[in-house]
Nanobody, 116 residues
């Protein structure tokens, strides 16, 4: 499985960014896909994930501001981030995990910086 993330950048507080992740190398429909983030000096944390037939899952601190979606035909996963806060600044990693298995596959990370 290969994952290619894009879309990070610098934005002012209150602004928006959209992250994209291109999935390849296996059957997209078998995988839970989503996003983790790692703020400077902190551990990686789950932001959101999505799997066909189930409601998306969000971390409490992004619920209502972030929206995860996917395009199965393009095998892409997206994270729309609105009302961004400085504490959302982090390296964002897209990931994929085959349903029922524990192995995570990771994209290369994309940096999001939110200025106050």
């Amino acid at each position: 499985v290969q994952l290619q993330a894009s879309g990070g950048g610098l934005v002012h507080a209150g602004g928006s960014l959209r992250l994209s992740c291109a999935f390849s190398g296996s059957s997209f429909s078998l995988y839970v896909t989503g996003w983790y983030r790692q703020p400077p000096g902190k551990q990686r944390e789950l932001v959101a994930n999505i799997f066909s037939g189930r409601s998306p899952t969000y971390a409490d601190n992004v619920e209502g501001r972030f929206t995860i979606s996917k395009d199965s035909a393009k095998q892409n996963v997206y994270l729309q981030m609105n009302s961004l806060k400085p504490e959302d600044s982090a390296v964002y990693y897209c990931y994929a995990r085959q349903m029922g298995l524990s192995t995570h596959y990771w994209g290369q990370g994309t940096l999001v910086t939110v200025s106050s």
